[in-house]
């Protein structure tokens, strides 16, 4: 695959391209140049992105590069048709996009939810995330033929919902969030454990993501600074396997850059 990406190591748009290169063995095929968020973008990648910050980004020699993630997985599948992750039937593949476009009102749920500071309002975001996993029930009790994945293996919908699924680790970590028990959550519950434990999602761990978006549990998204820090915690060094854990009372402790492991 004569292309090269520009992502974010853990971005959930950009793992889930890698997950799906991955399922078609073609992940070693691409060279992925890694994007440092916490400082201003370089001048070549907003002109290849006609201005925006948006990643991944691939770059197709000779050709205006793509963005957009589900634009890409719908190149990559259609480019590389064999094996296929998305159902090659049409109504089959009708079905599964059923339930992938829940997806934007997902993952809206998921980041608002921890980037919340009014503890007042946490009910409020958690029953709006139990609605959006309520409603991935539903659509799994009512259109999946499979009985773990929607169909028989790891495939499209599954692609698309595993980087949420590991982002909102973060809900776990700093909310306390938990699956109720009940017909409303058993179906969603069985799918989002295959999908966490497939061999090509495995991008990203559960204390990299916890340590990494601490800056998000404290209201500061895409590298933008917590008021009071001078390092995000998004920097690329000191790397996160060094750091200790945040404290998961994001609501009245707010750890320092030193504190952090970032100094």
């Not at 990203?204 to 601490?214: R, S």
């Amino acid at each position: 695959m004569n292309a090269s990406i520009h992502h974010i190591p853990v971005c959930p748009f950009c793992q889930r391209l890698e997950i799906l290169l991955s399922l078609k063995g073609l992940r070693d095929q691409i060279t992925f140049n890694v994007v440092d968020i916490t400082k201003p973008r370089d001048p070549r990648l907003l002109e290849l992105s006609k201005g925006t910050t948006a990643l991944p980004l691939m770059e197709i020699p000779g050709r205006t590069a793509l963005k957009e993630s589900r634009v890409l997985l719908d190149y990559v599948e259609e480019l590389y048709p064999d094996p296929p992750v998305a159902r090659p039937d049409p109504y089959e593949h009708a079905l599964e996009s059923l339930l992938v476009e829940r997806e934007g009102g997902f993952g809206a749920a998921g980041y608002s939810f921890v980037m919340n500071q009014d503890p007042a309002k946490r009910e409020r975001f958690s029953e709006r995330m139990l609605a959006e996993y309520r409603a991935i029930n539903d659509i799994l009790v009512n259109y999946a033929p499979g009985k773990t994945f929607f169909f028989d293996r790891f495939g499209w919908a599954e692609t698309v919902f595993t980087p949420f699924f590991m982002r909102f680790w973060f809900l776990d970590y700093y909310e306390g969030f938990e699956l109720p028990e009940g017909a409303q959550y058993d179906r969603v519950r069985l799918w989002r454990e295959a999908c966490l434990a497939e061999p090509c999602a495995q991008q990203v761990q559960f204390d990299q993501i916890v340590k990494l978006y601490y800056d998000y549990a404290k209201g500061a998204g895409n590298g933008a600074l917590v008021e009071g820090r001078r390092v995000s915690s998004f920097v690329f060094e000191p790397d996160w396997p060094g750091r200790p854990m945040p404290p998961a009372d994001k609501y009245s402790v707010s750890a320092s850059d030193a504190e952090l492991g970032l100094v």
